[in-house]
């Protein structure tokens, strides 16, 4: 092979290898949340408001301020958890707090190959 190809070779190889990992992550890495997840936000101020099923088959309301989580309210039944993080989303953006419905979260991760 002539240099120049070579070059070119080792270009397109260094590229495909590079590209793969990013792929590869960007696909695999999907986070499906759970039964609701909603986002509000005012100004810096971020909180979060979720529904989990427990091992017990109940839900429970969670609401997660400065990062730390509490459990405002449980039931036997998923309708009453999703009244119960209305009723805070509802209080939240009565206090003019943007809030919006997560459906999915996606990671990306890139890393690098040595030769």
Not at 29 to 34: N, Q, T
Not at 47 to 74: N, P, V
Not at 94 to 99: F, G, I, Q, T, Y
Request: hydrophobic share 35%; proline share 1%; aromatic share 4%.
């Amino acid at each position: 092979m002539k240099r120049d190809q070579i070059t070119v070779e080792n270009c397109r190889k260094a590229l495909v290898a590079l590209s793969i990992p990013v792929l590869f992550f960007s696909s695999v890495a999907k986070a499906e949340l759970g039964e609701a997840l909603v986002l509000c936000k005012h100004n810096k101020n971020v909180r979060t408001l979720r529904i989990e099923m427990g091992s017990d088959q109940k839900c429970k309301a969670i609401y997660t301020k400065q990062g730390i989580d509490q459990t405002i309210g449980s039931a036997q039944y998923l309708n009453s958890c999703t009244e119960i993080v209305a009723g805070v989303r509802k209080t939240l953006e009565e206090a003019k707090w943007s809030c919006r419905d997560v459906k999915e979260a996606r990671t990306s991760s890139v890393s690098t190959v040595v030769e």
